[in-house]
């Protein structure tokens, strides 16, 4: 399974940006998808996820009613659109895919949960 992350750039605070993640190597459709993110000196944390049907999504309290995690079966595709982003926001920005099918405890939070990652890729918003 190989996932390749883009989207990442500089962005002023308030701006918007949107991520793709791009999965092969497997039948995408049957497979739940995550974000997750890590910032300097700090831990990598859960961002958002989305079931394997599209069906449920779940988001950190950090950026709900900010961040929309969508997925396009039919392009392999996961994606994550930010808005109103914040100097806060600024990490390297992770997608990443469990081996199991169905769906995931905890809503897909836990990194544990995840066998598959993509390579990053770098959100940074200005002040």
């Known amino acids: 399974v190989q996932l390749q992350a883009s989207g990442g750039g500089l962005v002023q605070a308030g701006g918007s940006l949107s991520l793709s993640c791009a999965a092969s190597?497997?039948?995408?459709?049957?497979?739940?998808m995550g974000w997750f993110r890590q910032a300097p000196g700090k831990e990598r944390e859960f961002v958002a996820h989305?079931?394997?049907?599209?069906?449920?999504?779940y988001y950190a309290d950090s950026v709900k009613g900010r961040f929309t995690i969508s997925r396009d079966n039919a392009k392999n595709t996961v994606f994550l659109q930010m808005n109103s982003l914040k100097p806060e926001d600024t990490a390297v920005y992770y997608c990443?895919?469990?081996?199991?099918?169905?769906?995931?405890?905890?809503?897909?939070?836990?990194?544990?949960?995840?066998?598959?990652w993509g390579q990053g890729t770098q959100v940074t918003v200005s002040s």
């Open positions: 190597g497997r039948t995408f459709s049957m497979y739940s």
């Open positions: 989305i079931s394997w049907t599209g069906g449920s999504t």
């Open positions: 990443a895919t469990p081996s199991v099918r169905g769906s995931l405890r905890a809503g897909g939070r836990n990194e544990g949960d995840y066998d598959f």
